[in-house]
């Protein structure tokens, strides 16, 4: 029984180092945009300054982007728990009906 929980803490512990290296690579994004922002306006060159604001609007999609691969760390957790918890089946029909009520047109 312990062997089993120290599986699951390994994973999860998987699971998270993955999810601080992807924010870490965001964080390191806004850092630099911040600072380029702010060393360009110390220097008075206010045209560049405008550039690196317009560089700095990429900064809405990449935080939806955060929040999508936040969601998918999380998915993909509950589906680890599911399948260890030997649950595939009613896994399986929320996946299709998820599917079914979210993507499928008519």
């Known amino acids: 029984m312990v062997a089993s929980l ?3 803490l390994e994973e999860c512990l998987l699971h998270i180092s993955i999810f601080i290296s992807e924010s870490m690579i965001l964080l390191g994004f806004f850092a630099g945009i911040g600072v380029r922002v702010v060393n360009e306006l110390g220097a008075g ?3 560049r300054a405008k550039f690196a604001t317009a560089v700095d609007q990429v900064e809405i999609p990449t935080t939806l982007l955060a929040f999508n691969i936040l969601l998918n760390c999380i998915q993909l957790v509950l589906s680890g728990v599911a399948v260890g918890s030997s649950s595939q089946g009613v896994v399986a029909f929320v996946n299709i009906g998820s599917y079914q009520h979210f993507w499928v047109k008519e």
Do not use: G, L, P, S
């Open 6 to 8: 120290v599986e699951v």
């Open 45 to 47: 060159n206010a045209k």
